[in-house]
């Protein structure tokens, strides 16, 4: 079975960058969607980025749009996200998931992604 591990998360100031990983082992062949979300406390868990991978098509959150990109590394059976200009909104613990079992591209659908790793987390100062 697949298994997800965030890193890359630490302490920035606001308009500072950091680039999370998240590497996949095990069989993940029919993995077509990742994505990374996010939740901070108090607040529900929402998305932040997906991608489908045969294509390399991306789709982001309005609040990101613009400062976050997701990329993969196939070599590395690796996704990340690289996070520009961040903002202390954007503090929350950054979660990385794989969907294998959809046709279609699940978006930001929480139930759709069947895998899901520990989580890494982001803090922005102002």
């Known amino acids: 079975q697949v298994q997800l591990v965030e890193s890359g998360g630490g302490s920035v100031q606001a308009g500072g960058s950091l680039r999370l990983s998240c590497a996949a082992s095990?069989?993940?062949?029919?993995?077509?969607?990742m994505g990374w979300f996010r939740q901070a406390p108090g607040k529900e868990r929402e998305g932040v980025a997906t991608?489908?991978?045969?294509?390399?098509?991306?789709y982001y959150a309005d609040s990101v749009k613009g400062r976050f990109t997701i990329s993969r590394d196939n070599a590395k059976n690796s996704v990340y996200l690289q996070m520009n200009s961040l903002k202390p909104e954007d503090t929350a613990m950054y979660y990385c998931?794989?969907?294998?079992?959809?046709?279609?591209?699940?978006?930001?659908?929480?139930?759709?992604?069947?895998?899901w790793g520990q989580g890494t987390q982001v803090t922005v100062s102002s």
């Open positions: 998931a794989a969907d294998s079992r959809s046709g279609a591209w699940p978006f930001f659908d929480r139930s759709k992604y069947n895998v």
């Open positions: 095990g069989y993940s062949s029919d993995i077509n969607y």
């Open positions: 991608i489908y991978l045969p294509f390399y098509q991306t």
